[in-house]
């Protein structure tokens, strides 16, 4: 018995060991797993945070480019507007010349007074020694021309002026 009782002795304080680190393993587990738990937690409210923000941002994002296209689209149609009055004036003002409802002329000096030169008081003007030259209607309406081309590169370029004010936030 004897030989029971030391044999006994050390799978007892084996056993007492075993038992210890068991339960020192599974109590560390279950704080190791409760801060797991913590962290999951933490991490799932954080990344809900993130999401919230982006979605906001985005929203954000896309109500800026709504506002932006609706002013360009604004704009847009205030220079098309413009320019389709512009190419209105312009045509009636060809037609005129064409037909001598109206007449073109341009102020002329250091010649003596034809037939073709007008002098009449109705031209008048500070300058009295000037007469005024009536240009055909041909020659009236590519003048005429050139010009409405040069207005049209200016509306143009200021259009391109306009959208990009617009788009940097000008």
């Not at 680190?21 to 797993?33: D, E, K, P, Q, V």
């Not at 704009?75 to 073109?104: F, G």
């Not at 000037?130 to 005429?144: E, F, K, Y």
Request: aromatic share 6%; with cysteine; net charge neutral.
């Amino acid at each position: 018995m004897t030989w029971l009782l030391s044999y006994l002795k050390p799978v007892a304080l084996v056993a007492a060991m075993l038992c210890a680190f068991a339960s020192g393993w599974l109590s560390n587990g279950w704080r190791l797993g409760q801060q797991i738990e913590q962290q999951q937690a933490a991490f799932q409210a954080d990344l809900s945070t993130i999401n919230l923000a982006t979605a906001k941002a985005q929203q954000e994002a896309n109500e800026q480019h709504q506002a932006l296209a609706k002013a360009v689209q604004q704009d847009s149609a205030t220079r098309y507007q413009e320019y389709t009055d512009a190419q209105h004036q312009n045509a009636q003002l060809r037609a005129d010349l064409l037909t001598a409802q109206r007449r073109l002329s341009i102020k002329v000096s250091g010649c003596s007074p034809a037939a073709e030169v007008s002098t009449a008081a109705g031209t008048g003007g500070v300058d009295h020694a000037a007469g005024r030259a009536d240009l055909d209607p041909g020659s009236a309406d590519r003048i005429v021309a050139i010009a409405n081309r040069g207005d049209d590169a200016i509306r143009q370029l200021m259009a391109c002026q306009g959208y990009v004010k617009r788009i940097l936030g000008e």
